[in-house]
Structures are given as structure tokens and as C-alpha cells.
Nanobody, 124 residues
Framework: VQLVESGGGLVQAGGSLRLSCAAS????????MGWFRQAPGKERAIVAA????????YYADSVKGRFTISRDNAKNTVYLQMNSLKPEDTAVYYC??????????????????WGQGTQVTVSS
């Protein structure tokens, strides 16, 4: 199983980025997929998660109204649209998959597969 993130980069405050995470090795059509982030000196934390069908989502309070998570099961891919970016959004962003089917979880410990991360830097 491999998760490959893309779309990170440097952006000015107020700008937008779209992250993608493509999974290979098996299908995750019935699994929750999530995005986490880790800033220097801080613990990795949930950003957003989406259930297997895309009907249910979870967002951290800090990104509600600015970020949107979505998925394309035909492509085995999850996306994170990030708008109105702030310097405090600067972090390495990771996608992850919970191998337990059908549940939606925001707990880092319940995610089993992880990507290598992509850097997002927001300048002020």
C-alpha cells in the first residue's frame, strides 16, 4: 500500500492550495481517509476526514469554513482544498487511511496507512 501526496508549496496568506493523495496497492472505497498536519515542535493533528461514501466529513475547528475534503473512489484519491490560508497553517500535511471499514474517526491512532507528507508554507 502506498499513499502519495502532492500539491504542497509556498503561498501567501489568503491564498489557496489543493492537496491530492493517491492510494495504490489496494482499494479504499469503504474506508475513511483523512488529512493530518504537523508543524515544527508540535504533535501531528487531524485536519479533516471523510467517510467511505463522502457523505460525512469531519473538520478541525481551526480549518472549518476554509478547508474542504473530498474524495474520488474511482481514482482512489482524496483531496484537500485549502482556501484563505494563514501562516499558522504552515506544516507538513499527511494523508492517511483507516483500514477498518465504514467508520469515521478523527483519532490519529486509528489510521493505519500514511503518506510521506507534503510541505505547506504560508507566508505573511
Amino acid at each position: 500500500v502506498q499513499l502519495v501526496e502532492s500539491g504542497g508549496g509556498l503561498v501567501q496568506a489568503g491564498g489557496s492550495l489543493r492537496l491530492s493523495c493517491a492510494a495504490s496497492g489496494r482499494t479504499f472505497k469503504i474506508n475513511t481517509m483523512g488529512w493530518f498536519r504537523q508543524a515544527p515542535g508540535k504533535e501531528r493533528a487531524i485536519v479533516a476526514a471523510i467517510n467511505w461514501s463522502g457523505a460525512t466529513t469531519y473538520y478541525a475547528d481551526s480549518v472549518k469554513g476554509r478547508f474542504t475534503i473530498s474524495r474520488d473512489n474511482a481514482k482512489n484519491t482524496v483531496y484537500l482544498q485549502m482556501n484563505s490560508l494563514k501562516p499558522e497553517d504552515t506544516a507538513v500535511y499527511y494523508c492517511a487511511v483507516d483500514q477498518t471499514p465504514f467508520r469515521l474517526t478523527a483519532r490519529l491512532s486509528e489510521y493505519d496507512y500514511w503518506g510521506q507528507g507534503t510541505q505547506v508554507t504560508v507566508s505573511s
